[in-house]
């Protein structure tokens, strides 16, 4: 799959000025509130027309303003899933379901049916009336909605952010799923950098209307670009692999690369890939090896690079056993400490949050 997308617009005083080539999986549109994500997702899906673009998936032209090509959105056979879920009030969760279906080349086939609400978990909930499902299983009925219309392309817009924290980690799992076993491309806008680091094989960082940064997820979200991102949430992400469960304790050993962390076990596997998120203000820096600490992970590594970031905080980079990690800290502490590239340095975490 190639999807390639071309918008400049003016909407009011904000104008759309992004391309971006998506190749398979999950591409994540990311970026601040305002930076333009749902715009250009309303290109894509032919919701709105760009003074000047293209749109074009596989070689199929779907929108090009040069030659006056505009393929209306039903004609493009791609899946739409919203914040909200709009499924239809007066039908039951079969009958919203059979409504995507209906829309679909499989029509009659059963068998598409059975495997998409196995894989979202919504076989107990068919014979319901949406207004009795909570937020996450609507959410997950309009996935299902989506999936069964045989789309050639699914559009995710902020599908978790009307879910509050226990209904979105009750839906994630589901959303991988989708990802590895459904075969469909997604792009998935989100403002969450948990959930990009969670789910996206590439992220689009989107900033003031314009494409910041394309690529894996780990490089686009280390802490450099945190001025596109919510402070709280800018930082490291790494990918790993879970090398041991201690079920005693709860915990998980995850190696990245020639580096071990210690993370809560969360129902893990032995062998499960895993990427991890490291909030940069949850970093701390310090030149000797801390005792008595009651952080689980202190790292040695070295300083691979220092950089100020306006408001008085510095960034500093820590190379780690083959990993970046940044660490947000204050200039103040920066100069104390005299810190330099290249001097050794140890990383306490004080916080990992797992993305499965
Ligand atoms: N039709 C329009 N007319 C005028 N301004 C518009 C129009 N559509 C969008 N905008 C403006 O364009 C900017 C980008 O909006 P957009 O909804 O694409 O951002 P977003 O990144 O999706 O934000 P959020 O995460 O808050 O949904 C905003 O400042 C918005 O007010």
């Not at 699914?154 to 952010?161: C, F, V």
């Not at 090398?243 to 809560?264: K, M």
């Amino acid at each position: 799959m190639t999807l390639t997308v071309e918008a400049r617009q003016h909407l009011g005083g904000f104008r759309l000025d992004a391309s971006f080539t998506a190749e398979h999986g999950v591409t994540a549109v990311f970026g601040r509130s305002g930076s333009g994500k749902t715009s250009l997702m309303r290109v894509i899906a032919g919701l709105s027309r760009p003074d000047e673009g293209r749109v074009v998936l596989d070689g199929d032209v779907l929108l090009d303003t040069g030659q006056n090509i505009f393929v209306r959105p039903y004609r493009r056979r791609f899946g739409y899933v919203f914040q909200e879920a709009r499924l239809f009030p007066h039908l039951s969760v079969r009958s919203n379901l059979a409504y995507g279906q209906w829309f679909s080349r499989h029509r009659s086939r059963r068998d598409e049916f059975d495997r998409v609400v196995e894989m979202l978990g919504i076989a107990p909930l068919l014979d319901r009336q949406p207004d009795a499902l909570s937020g996450g299983e609507q959410q997950r009925v309009a996935i299902g909605r989506a999936l069964l219309s045989a789309p050639r392309l699914l559009l995710m817009d902020e599908p978790l952010a009307a879910l509050d924290e226990e209904r979105k980690a009750e839906i994630l799992p589901y959303l991988e799923r989708l990802r590895d076993e459904a075969g469909i491309p997604i792009v998935y806008v989100s403002h969450s950098v948990a959930e990009v680091a969670r789910l996206a094989d590439q992220v689009v960082l989107m900033q003031e209307g314009q494409v910041a940064a394309v690529g894996d997820p780990g490089q686009v979200l280390a802490g450099r670009r945190a001025s596109a991102l919510d402070r709280r949430e800018a930082g490291s992400v790494l990918s790993g692999r879970v090398e041991s469960v201690d079920a005693v304790n709860g915990l998980a050993t995850v190696r990245l690369r020639d580096l071990c962390l210690l993370v809560p076990d969360a129902g893990l596997a032995q062998g499960a890939a895993v990427r991890l998120h490291i909030p940069e203000r949850d970093v701390i820096i310090a030149t000797t090896e801390p005792v008595g600490l009651s952080a689980l992970n202190i790292l040695p590594g070295t300083i691979h690079a220092i950089e100020t970031d306006g408001d008085g905080a510095v960034l500093v980079s820590l190379a780690c056993g083959g990993n970046i990690i940044a660490s947000r800290i204050t200039s103040f502490s920066a100069t104390r400490l005299e810190l330099q590239v290249g001097q050794a340095a140890f990383a306490v975490i004080k916080s990992v949050a797992l993305q499965r």
